[in-house]
Protein backbone atom coordinates (compact mmCIF):
# COMPACT_ATOMS: atom_id res chain seq x y z
CA UNK A 1 0.00 0.00 0.00
CA UNK A 2 1.68 3.51 -1.28
CA UNK A 3 1.90 5.34 1.70
CA UNK A 4 0.53 9.52 0.91
CA UNK A 5 1.20 12.52 2.70
CA UNK A 6 -0.86 15.37 2.36
CA UNK A 7 0.18 18.88 3.64
CA UNK A 8 -2.61 20.69 4.31
CA UNK A 9 -6.20 19.92 5.18
CA UNK A 10 -7.88 22.79 3.72
CA UNK A 11 -10.52 21.76 1.25
CA UNK A 12 -7.77 20.94 -1.83
CA UNK A 13 -5.96 18.49 0.93
CA UNK A 14 -9.00 16.98 2.69
CA UNK A 15 -10.73 16.29 -0.87
CA UNK A 16 -7.87 14.57 -1.82
CA UNK A 17 -7.52 12.73 1.30
CA UNK A 18 -11.00 11.68 1.32
CA UNK A 19 -10.66 10.38 -2.24
CA UNK A 20 -7.19 8.08 -1.88
CA UNK A 21 -8.42 6.73 0.89
CA UNK A 22 -11.28 5.23 -1.23
CA UNK A 23 -8.96 4.17 -3.66
CA UNK A 24 -6.64 2.06 -1.08
CA UNK A 25 -3.94 4.62 -0.52
CA UNK A 26 -2.46 4.76 2.95
CA UNK A 27 -3.11 8.60 3.14
CA UNK A 28 -1.68 10.90 6.40
CA UNK A 29 -2.70 14.54 6.73
CA UNK A 30 -0.38 17.13 8.43
CA UNK A 31 -1.53 20.26 9.70
CA UNK A 32 -0.93 23.08 12.53
CA UNK A 33 -4.54 22.76 13.29
CA UNK A 34 -7.51 22.88 14.76
CA UNK A 35 -9.14 21.86 11.83
CA UNK A 36 -10.99 23.92 10.62
CA UNK A 37 -7.96 25.86 11.01
CA UNK A 38 -9.13 29.73 11.67
CA UNK A 39 -6.57 31.21 10.13
CA UNK A 40 -7.08 28.86 6.66
CA UNK A 41 -9.63 29.91 3.81
CA UNK A 42 -11.47 27.17 3.97
CA UNK A 43 -13.25 28.13 6.46
CA UNK A 44 -15.68 31.05 8.09
CA UNK A 45 -19.17 30.60 8.18
CA UNK A 46 -19.92 30.20 4.43
CA UNK A 47 -18.76 30.16 1.13
CA UNK A 48 -20.73 31.20 -2.12
CA UNK A 49 -21.65 28.29 -4.86
CA UNK A 50 -22.56 29.97 -8.37
CA UNK A 51 -21.72 28.48 -11.88
CA UNK A 52 -21.67 32.46 -13.01
CA UNK A 53 -17.94 32.81 -15.32
CA UNK A 54 -18.72 35.21 -17.35
CA UNK A 55 -17.76 33.77 -20.70
CA UNK A 56 -15.82 30.82 -19.59
CA UNK A 57 -17.71 27.78 -19.85
CA UNK A 58 -15.22 25.51 -19.00
CA UNK A 59 -15.54 26.78 -15.23
CA UNK A 60 -19.58 26.55 -15.82
CA UNK A 61 -19.53 23.09 -16.55
CA UNK A 62 -17.15 22.17 -13.80
CA UNK A 63 -19.79 23.35 -11.33
CA UNK A 64 -22.84 21.76 -13.41
CA UNK A 65 -20.77 18.77 -12.16
CA UNK A 66 -20.00 20.06 -8.77
CA UNK A 67 -23.06 20.55 -8.20
CA UNK A 68 -24.41 17.44 -8.65
CA UNK A 69 -21.86 16.54 -6.13
CA UNK A 70 -22.80 19.11 -3.52
CA UNK A 71 -27.18 17.80 -4.33
CA UNK A 72 -24.94 13.64 -3.70
CA UNK A 73 -24.13 15.37 -0.32
CA UNK A 74 -26.65 16.85 0.90
CA UNK A 75 -28.52 13.56 0.64
CA UNK A 76 -26.07 11.49 2.07
CA UNK A 77 -25.20 13.01 4.95
CA UNK A 78 -28.83 13.95 6.31
CA UNK A 79 -27.61 17.75 6.96
CA UNK A 80 -27.78 19.84 4.37
CA UNK A 81 -24.72 22.30 4.04
CA UNK A 82 -25.03 23.46 0.80
CA UNK A 83 -28.35 25.97 0.74
CA UNK A 84 -30.07 26.35 -2.51
CA UNK A 85 -31.28 30.55 -2.15
CA UNK A 86 -29.88 31.36 -5.74
CA UNK A 87 -27.85 34.15 -6.64
CA UNK A 88 -28.71 37.52 -7.48
CA UNK A 89 -25.93 39.11 -9.76
CA UNK A 90 -26.99 42.92 -10.19
CA UNK A 91 -25.10 45.48 -12.30
CA UNK A 92 -25.28 49.68 -11.55
CA UNK A 93 -25.60 50.05 -15.45
CA UNK A 94 -27.26 47.86 -18.29
CA UNK A 95 -25.68 44.45 -18.79
CA UNK A 96 -23.83 44.60 -21.69
CA UNK A 97 -21.41 42.80 -24.08
CA UNK A 98 -18.03 41.32 -23.39
CA UNK A 99 -19.62 42.58 -19.67
CA UNK A 100 -19.05 39.74 -16.55
CA UNK A 101 -22.48 39.67 -15.86
CA UNK A 102 -23.35 39.92 -19.50
CA UNK A 103 -21.49 37.33 -20.63
CA UNK A 104 -22.93 35.21 -17.55
CA UNK A 105 -26.31 35.43 -18.58
CA UNK A 106 -25.56 34.61 -21.90
CA UNK A 107 -23.85 31.22 -21.72
CA UNK A 108 -26.77 30.52 -18.58
CA UNK A 109 -29.34 31.00 -20.79
CA UNK A 110 -27.56 29.20 -24.01
CA UNK A 111 -27.70 26.31 -21.62
CA UNK A 112 -30.81 26.51 -20.72
CA UNK A 113 -30.30 27.43 -16.91
CA UNK A 114 -33.65 29.75 -16.21
CA UNK A 115 -32.37 32.40 -15.13
CA UNK A 116 -34.61 35.22 -14.60
CA UNK A 117 -33.60 39.21 -16.00
CA UNK A 118 -34.13 41.77 -13.48
CA UNK A 119 -35.61 45.15 -13.59
CA UNK A 120 -36.05 47.74 -11.01
CA UNK A 121 -39.60 47.10 -10.37
CA UNK A 122 -39.01 43.46 -10.14
CA UNK A 123 -36.43 44.23 -7.25
CA UNK A 124 -38.73 46.29 -5.35
CA UNK A 125 -41.08 43.96 -5.41
CA UNK A 126 -39.43 40.66 -4.58
CA UNK A 127 -36.06 41.82 -2.88
CA UNK A 128 -37.29 44.97 -0.94
CA UNK A 129 -33.90 45.11 0.98
CA UNK A 130 -31.99 46.69 -2.44
CA UNK A 131 -31.98 50.21 -2.84
CA UNK A 132 -33.47 49.26 -6.08
CA UNK A 133 -32.87 52.56 -8.26
CA UNK A 134 -29.06 52.02 -7.91
CA UNK A 135 -28.86 48.56 -9.80
CA UNK A 136 -31.45 48.40 -12.72
CA UNK A 137 -30.33 45.50 -14.93
CA UNK A 138 -29.21 41.77 -13.68
CA UNK A 139 -30.89 39.05 -13.18
CA UNK A 140 -31.91 35.41 -10.24
CA UNK A 141 -29.93 32.41 -11.30
CA UNK A 142 -31.90 30.20 -8.79
CA UNK A 143 -29.14 27.66 -9.14
CA UNK A 144 -26.51 28.27 -6.40
CA UNK A 145 -26.22 29.35 -3.00
CA UNK A 146 -24.23 29.02 0.19
CA UNK A 147 -22.13 26.20 1.82
CA UNK A 148 -21.21 25.55 5.31
CA UNK A 149 -17.56 25.90 4.60
CA UNK A 150 -16.14 25.28 8.16
CA UNK A 151 -19.02 22.47 8.76
CA UNK A 152 -17.91 21.02 5.26
CA UNK A 153 -14.67 20.86 6.18
CA UNK A 154 -15.24 18.86 9.64
CA UNK A 155 -17.31 16.72 7.84
CA UNK A 156 -15.03 15.48 5.24
CA UNK A 157 -12.17 15.39 7.98
CA UNK A 158 -14.75 12.92 9.64
CA UNK A 159 -15.35 10.99 6.80
CA UNK A 160 -11.70 10.81 6.20
CA UNK A 161 -10.61 9.14 10.02
CA UNK A 162 -13.66 7.01 9.41
CA UNK A 163 -11.89 5.39 6.53
CA UNK A 164 -8.93 4.42 8.34
CA UNK A 165 -6.68 7.83 7.44
CA UNK A 166 -4.63 9.79 9.73
CA UNK A 167 -4.85 13.14 10.56
CA UNK A 168 -1.44 14.76 12.57
CA UNK A 169 -2.94 17.94 13.90
CA UNK A 170 -0.27 20.16 15.76
CA UNK A 171 1.96 19.46 12.96
CA UNK A 172 3.59 22.27 10.46
CA UNK A 173 6.01 21.20 7.50
CA UNK A 174 8.82 23.23 6.61
CA UNK A 175 10.59 21.30 4.46
CA UNK A 176 10.65 17.69 2.34
CA UNK A 177 13.24 14.93 2.82
CA UNK A 178 14.80 14.11 -0.67
CA UNK A 179 17.03 11.57 -2.31
CA UNK A 180 18.55 11.71 -5.99
CA UNK A 181 16.08 14.58 -7.15
CA UNK A 182 12.88 12.26 -5.43
CA UNK A 183 10.65 13.83 -2.91
CA UNK A 184 10.74 10.79 -0.54
CA UNK A 185 8.84 13.11 2.76
CA UNK A 186 8.64 15.92 4.99
CA UNK A 187 10.80 17.29 7.86
CA UNK A 188 8.07 19.19 10.44
CA UNK A 189 8.71 21.80 12.61
CA UNK A 190 10.35 20.45 14.89
CA UNK A 191 12.52 18.68 13.08
CA UNK A 192 10.49 14.99 12.77
CA UNK A 193 10.72 13.46 9.70
CA UNK A 194 7.65 11.78 7.93
CA UNK A 195 8.45 9.48 4.81
CA UNK A 196 6.25 8.70 1.82
CA UNK A 197 5.71 7.40 -1.54
CA UNK A 198 4.28 10.77 -2.64
CA UNK A 199 3.49 14.16 -0.93
CA UNK A 200 1.17 16.53 -1.40
CA UNK A 201 2.16 20.37 -1.23
CA UNK A 202 -1.96 22.07 -0.32
CA UNK A 203 -0.99 24.36 2.18
CA UNK A 204 -3.19 27.06 0.64
CA UNK A 205 -1.41 30.38 1.44
CA UNK A 206 1.96 29.20 2.96
CA UNK A 207 2.29 27.17 -0.33
CA UNK A 208 4.79 29.27 -2.28
CA UNK A 209 7.02 29.43 1.19
CA UNK A 210 7.31 25.59 1.13
CA UNK A 211 7.93 25.69 -2.67
CA UNK A 212 9.68 28.29 -3.12
CA UNK A 213 10.07 28.59 -7.19
CA UNK A 214 6.00 28.77 -6.97
CA UNK A 215 6.77 32.49 -5.30
CA UNK A 216 6.18 33.81 -8.92
CA UNK A 217 3.19 32.28 -9.96
CA UNK A 218 1.53 32.11 -6.67
CA UNK A 219 1.29 34.52 -3.73
CA UNK A 220 -0.78 35.14 -0.77
CA UNK A 221 -3.51 37.68 -1.02
CA UNK A 222 -5.50 39.25 1.85
CA UNK A 223 -8.94 40.07 1.61
CA UNK A 224 -11.21 41.31 4.60
CA UNK A 225 -14.49 39.99 5.59
CA UNK A 226 -16.54 41.35 7.83
CA UNK A 227 -20.20 40.12 9.54
CA UNK A 228 -23.08 42.72 10.38
CA UNK A 229 -26.66 41.66 12.53
CA UNK A 230 -28.92 42.60 10.35
CA UNK A 231 -32.43 44.38 11.17
CA UNK A 232 -34.99 43.71 10.30
CA UNK A 233 -33.75 40.09 9.86
CA UNK A 234 -36.86 39.17 7.62
CA UNK A 235 -35.40 41.31 4.86
CA UNK A 236 -32.05 40.12 4.64
CA UNK A 237 -33.24 36.36 4.58
CA UNK A 238 -34.42 33.78 1.76
CA UNK A 239 -36.40 34.22 -0.54
CA UNK A 240 -36.22 37.75 0.06
CA UNK A 241 -32.64 38.10 0.21
CA UNK A 242 -30.35 34.78 -1.44
CA UNK A 243 -26.39 35.25 -2.09
CA UNK A 244 -25.84 38.59 -4.12
CA UNK A 245 -23.33 39.63 -5.93
CA UNK A 246 -23.66 44.08 -6.54
CA UNK A 247 -21.59 45.21 -9.97
CA UNK A 248 -19.25 42.92 -8.43
CA UNK A 249 -17.34 43.03 -11.87
CA UNK A 250 -16.60 46.79 -11.12
CA UNK A 251 -16.80 46.97 -7.35
CA UNK A 252 -16.31 43.62 -6.10
CA UNK A 253 -19.17 43.87 -3.66
CA UNK A 254 -20.55 39.95 -2.82
CA UNK A 255 -22.98 38.84 0.03
CA UNK A 256 -24.86 36.15 1.86
CA UNK A 257 -28.48 35.88 3.24
CA UNK A 258 -28.85 36.49 7.15
CA UNK A 259 -28.39 33.05 9.49
CA UNK A 260 -31.13 32.72 11.86
CA UNK A 261 -29.43 34.40 14.76
CA UNK A 262 -29.10 37.41 12.44
CA UNK A 263 -25.83 37.03 10.99
CA UNK A 264 -24.96 38.65 7.65
CA UNK A 265 -21.65 37.89 6.10
CA UNK A 266 -20.43 40.69 3.64
CA UNK A 267 -17.07 40.70 1.41
CA UNK A 268 -15.40 42.48 -1.03
CA UNK A 269 -13.18 41.44 -3.79
CA UNK A 270 -10.94 43.50 -4.42
CA UNK A 271 -7.21 43.74 -5.36
CA UNK A 272 -6.50 42.81 -1.90
CA UNK A 273 -3.08 43.02 -0.36
CA UNK A 274 0.05 41.04 -0.41
CA UNK A 275 1.39 39.97 3.24
CA UNK A 276 2.58 37.13 4.90
CA UNK A 277 0.18 34.81 6.28
CA UNK A 278 2.06 33.98 9.14
CA UNK A 279 1.92 37.79 9.95
CA UNK A 280 -0.44 39.81 11.65
CA UNK A 281 -3.66 39.85 10.78
CA UNK A 282 -5.32 42.71 11.53
CA UNK A 283 -8.66 44.02 9.41
CA UNK A 284 -7.48 47.29 7.87
CA UNK A 285 -8.21 50.04 9.94
CA UNK A 286 -10.65 51.89 6.59
CA UNK A 287 -12.21 48.63 5.78
CA UNK A 288 -15.08 49.48 7.93
CA UNK A 289 -16.18 52.75 6.82
CA UNK A 290 -15.96 51.03 3.07
CA UNK A 291 -18.42 48.88 4.13
CA UNK A 292 -20.62 51.22 5.58
CA UNK A 293 -20.75 53.69 2.32
CA UNK A 294 -21.29 50.44 0.76
CA UNK A 295 -24.70 49.53 2.13
CA UNK A 296 -25.86 53.91 2.07
CA UNK A 297 -26.32 53.20 -1.82
CA UNK A 298 -27.03 49.63 -1.58
CA UNK A 299 -28.79 48.01 1.79
CA UNK A 300 -30.03 51.33 3.49
CA UNK A 301 -31.65 49.05 6.24
CA UNK A 302 -28.15 47.90 6.70
CA UNK A 303 -26.11 51.32 7.66
CA UNK A 304 -25.85 51.31 11.05
CA UNK A 305 -25.93 47.56 11.53
CA UNK A 306 -23.78 46.34 14.29
CA UNK A 307 -20.54 44.90 13.31
CA UNK A 308 -19.94 41.83 15.32
CA UNK A 309 -16.64 39.69 13.47
CA UNK A 310 -14.37 40.64 10.81
CA UNK A 311 -11.05 38.72 10.00
CA UNK A 312 -8.74 38.31 7.03
CA UNK A 313 -9.04 35.90 4.33
CA UNK A 314 -6.35 34.77 2.55
CA UNK A 315 -6.42 33.95 -1.22
CA UNK A 316 -3.65 32.16 -2.77
CA UNK A 317 -3.74 33.66 -6.14
CA UNK A 318 -2.07 32.37 -9.31
CA UNK A 319 -1.05 34.60 -12.25
CA UNK A 320 -3.80 33.74 -13.90
CA UNK A 321 -6.83 32.85 -11.87
CA UNK A 322 -6.87 28.65 -12.28
CA UNK A 323 -5.69 26.43 -10.05
CA UNK A 324 -2.27 24.38 -9.49
CA UNK A 325 -3.21 20.95 -9.82
CA UNK A 326 -0.39 19.16 -11.32
CA UNK A 327 3.02 16.78 -10.63
CA UNK A 328 6.16 18.93 -10.01
CA UNK A 329 7.96 18.75 -13.15
CA UNK A 330 11.42 18.36 -11.48
CA UNK A 331 11.37 17.16 -8.45
CA UNK A 332 9.52 13.53 -8.77
CA UNK A 333 7.39 12.57 -6.07
CA UNK A 334 5.87 15.53 -5.11
CA UNK A 335 2.19 17.06 -6.36
CA UNK A 336 1.02 20.48 -5.97
CA UNK A 337 -2.89 21.17 -4.89
CA UNK A 338 -3.24 24.57 -4.20
CA UNK A 339 -3.58 28.46 -5.99
CA UNK A 340 -7.50 27.93 -5.13
CA UNK A 341 -7.34 31.87 -6.63
CA UNK A 342 -10.55 32.81 -4.39
CA UNK A 343 -12.90 30.54 -6.09
CA UNK A 344 -12.06 26.70 -5.20
CA UNK A 345 -14.32 25.47 -2.29
CA UNK A 346 -17.50 26.00 -4.69
CA UNK A 347 -15.84 22.97 -7.16
CA UNK A 348 -14.98 20.52 -3.71
CA UNK A 349 -16.91 17.52 -4.66
CA UNK A 350 -14.78 17.58 -8.21
CA UNK A 351 -11.52 18.70 -6.59
CA UNK A 352 -10.48 15.08 -4.82
CA UNK A 353 -11.21 12.94 -7.98
CA UNK A 354 -9.08 15.33 -9.80
CA UNK A 355 -6.52 15.34 -6.95
CA UNK A 356 -6.16 11.38 -6.91
CA UNK A 357 -5.95 11.00 -10.97
CA UNK A 358 -3.20 13.66 -11.07
CA UNK A 359 -1.78 11.51 -8.31
CA UNK A 360 -2.09 8.21 -10.26
CA UNK A 361 -1.13 10.02 -13.75
CA UNK A 362 -4.51 9.02 -14.95
CA UNK A 363 -6.26 11.55 -17.93
CA UNK A 364 -8.58 13.83 -16.47
CA UNK A 365 -10.69 15.93 -18.64
CA UNK A 366 -10.11 19.21 -16.37
CA UNK A 367 -6.42 18.73 -15.77
CA UNK A 368 -4.70 20.42 -18.58
CA UNK A 369 -6.44 23.88 -16.98
CA UNK A 370 -4.86 23.36 -13.76
CA UNK A 371 -1.13 21.76 -15.44
CA UNK A 372 2.13 23.44 -14.52
CA UNK A 373 2.73 26.54 -16.62
CA UNK A 374 4.60 29.51 -17.23
CA UNK A 375 2.78 32.58 -17.43
CA UNK A 376 4.51 34.02 -20.30
CA UNK A 377 3.06 31.13 -22.17
CA UNK A 378 -0.40 31.34 -21.37
CA UNK A 379 -2.96 33.88 -20.22
CA UNK A 380 -6.55 33.26 -19.38
CA UNK A 381 -9.40 35.36 -19.01
CA UNK A 382 -10.88 35.29 -16.03
CA UNK A 383 -13.63 36.10 -13.94
CA UNK A 384 -13.93 35.52 -10.00
CA UNK A 385 -15.52 37.19 -7.79
CA UNK A 386 -15.99 35.01 -4.11
CA UNK A 387 -14.13 33.36 -1.74
CA UNK A 388 -11.83 31.24 -0.37
CA UNK A 389 -12.53 34.61 -0.58
CA UNK A 390 -16.11 33.86 0.99
Same mark, same amino acid.
Given at each position: ?????????????????????????????????????????????????????? =?? *??????????? $? #?????? %? /?????????????????????????????????????????????????????????????????????????????????????????????????????????????????????????????? =?? *??????????? $? #?????? %? /????????????????????????????????????????????????????????????????????????????????????????????????????????????????????????????????????????????????????????????????????????
Amino acid at each position: MKKVIIVGAGIFGITGAVELIARGYDVHVMDPGPIPHPDASSTDISKVLRMDYG =AD *GFYLDLMVRAF $S #GWDTWN %A /QWGDPLYHETGVLVLTRQEMRPSGFEYESYQQLTGRGVPVERMTIEKLKARFPAWNAESYPDGYFNPRGGWVESGRVVKKLTDIFTRLGGKIHEGVRITGWLEKKGRITGAISAHGKKYTADVCIL =AA *GAWTPSLHPDL $S #GVMWPV %A /QDVLHFVANPIERFRPPAFPVFTADVSRTGWYGFPALADGTIKIANHGAGRRIDPGGERDVLPETELKFRNFFAHTFPDLLNAPKIHSRVCFYTDTFDGDFWIDQDPVREGLIVASGGSGHAFKFAPVLGPLIADVVERKPHPTASRFAWRDPGIRKTEFARFEGEKT
